[in-house]
């Protein structure tokens, strides 16, 4: 079965950039779409189709998707993006989470 | 206004059923498929079943295939998830979620948890 790997955790200081990868097979030649949780929500799509940003998500968002790896950005980071972060991807059928990424902003 | 609300969550013991359901509202309902994603507590999101928005056709995880049933009645705007033969293992918060043209979902709703306890 396809399976999607990320780091455990990422830190990153406000203002500065935060990098999460997604690790799968083959990735590039899939889309990747990302989502945030925050603790006691619901996921929230902010990147779809490797690198587009739905509407009311901010710029600081973004995303690029090569080879086995896919990578969501976030530039100038606040403390309001601090929550845990999941890769998705679609492939024979079903649908595959990434293992989540808990960013802290320090 | 996109809007998915879920119910019908709560305690079974392992073995047992129950039917989840996720009221629409805001968007042409048949005209999109629809899934289910749970979540365990502390853990990450998992997949569950997905159908078409006709309801022809249907999806499930391995997991949960032969155990579970999803449907849809487009009169009502409704999404179900019948849950049989529940193990410990299916506890999760259960969200349903809006599909989209492109193998993913643009909206979720708020979840309902399933615990599975003796």
């Known amino acids: 079965s396809y399976e999607l790997t990320q780091p455990p955790s990422v830190s990153v200081s406000p203002g500065q950039t935060a990098s999460i990868t997604c690790s799968g097979d083959?990735?590039?030649?899939?889309?990747a779409f990302w989502y945030q949780q925050k603790p006691g929500q619901s996921p929230v799509l902010v990147i779809y189709?490797?690198?587009k940003r739905p509407s009311g998500i901010p710029e600081r968002f973004s995303g690029s998707n090569s080879g086995n790896t896919a990578t969501l950005t976030i530039s100038g980071t606040q403390a309001m993006d601090e929550a845990d972060y999941y890769c998705q991807a679609w492939d024979s059928s079903i649908y595959v989470f990434g293992t989540g990424t808990k960013v802290t902003v320090l | 206004e996109v809007q998915l609300v879920e119910s019908g969550g709560g305690s079974v013991q392992p073995g047992g059923s129950l039917r989840l359901s996720c009221a629409a509202s805001?968007?042409?309902?048949?005209?999109?498929?629809m899934s289910w994603v749970r979540q365990a507590p502390g853990k990450g999101l998992e997949w569950v079943s997905d159908?078409?928005?006709?309801?022809?056709?249907?999806y499930y995880a391995d997991s949960v295939k032969g155990r579970f049933t999803i449907s849809r009645d487009n009169s009502k705007n409704t999404l179900y998830l019948q849950m049989n033969s529940l193990r410990a293992e299916d506890t999760a918060v259960y969200y349903c979620?809006?599909?989209?043209?492109?193998?993913?979902?643009?909206?979720w709703g708020q979840g309902t948890l399933v615990t599975v306890s003796s």
């Open positions: 805001g968007f042409t309902f048949s005209s999109y498929a």
């Open positions: 083959k990735l590039g030649d899939k889309y």
């Open positions: 979620a809006k599909g989209t043209d492109g193998y993913n979902w643009d909206y």
């Open positions: 189709q490797d690198s």
């Open positions: 159908i078409s928005g006709s309801g022809d056709n249907t």
